[in-house]
Structure formats: C-alpha cells, structure tokens
Nanobody, 124 residues
Framework: QVQLVESGGRFVQAGGSLRLSCSASGRTFSTYAVGWFRQAPGKERDFVAA????????LYADSVKGRFTISRDNAQNTVSLQMNSLKPEDTAVYYC?????????????????WGQGTQVTVSS
C-alpha cells in the first residue's frame, strides 16, 4: 500500500516557476515508478512526466519537454516536478501516481496509487 500527498501548487504568473512535491508513505515506494498527470477543467487527465524506480529513466509529454524536470529522492520517499517557463495552458490540478511495475510509463491505467492533487494556476 502506498499513500501519496502532493504539495506546492499555487497561483503564479506566466513565465514563472513552481516546484511540486509528491511525498509517499510505504516502505516499498522506492521500487515504484512515479508519474505526474494533470487535469484541466472539462478535460481528460493527461500525462505530464514519469520517472522509473531507479530514477534512471524519465519521460515527458511533448508539451512540457525542456521546461519541466522530474526527479526523485528514494531516501526521502519524495518525487519532485520542477516546472519552469510556465504558461497559462499549464493551469490544472496536478496529480502524482505510483506504479508497482517500476518502469516509467505514460499510460494512466498502469498507475495504481494516486494522490489527491494540487492546483496550479498560471495567469497571463
């Protein structure tokens, strides 16, 4: 069992930066892949970024590549999402999710455990 809690979301101006954190409980978290997804009002929950259990593999959606960076600290049971050059279209609720498969993946259904989400609002 893994429980996830996101934090760090807030209101920010376009061009600004935010760092989201995903804190996990559960002694096996270090063996899980972790993904970040986001959901804007009236839209599907979309893939943003993912990291393998070792941290050796990272994946990004094309829309955030070069602006967002995912990283993890297994000793602290945390995964972070550094978001730079934010745009209004990045506005959404951001969710972290964990997959016992261990490999980074873009497919939402592969992630079994989800946090409650944190709101990111980017104004123009």
């Amino acid at each position: 069992q893994v429980q996830l809690v996101e934090s760090g979301g807030r209101f920010v101006q376009a061009g600004g930066s935010l760092r989201l954190s995903c804190s996990a409980s559960g002694r096996t978290f270090s063996t899980y892949a972790v993904g970040w997804f986001r959901q804007a009002p009236g839209k599907e929950r979309d893939f943003v970024a993912a990291i393998s259990w070792t941290g050796g593999t990272t994946l990004y959606a094309d829309s955030v590549k070069g602006r967002f960076t995912i990283s993890r600290d297994n000793a602290q049971n945390t995964v972070s999402l550094q978001m730079n050059s934010l745009k209004p279209e990045d506005t959404a609720v951001y969710y972290c999710a964990a997959s016992s498969l261990g490999s980074a993946a873009v497919t939402r259904s592969l992630y079994r455990y989800w946090g409650q989400g944190t709101q990111v609002t980017v104004s123009s």
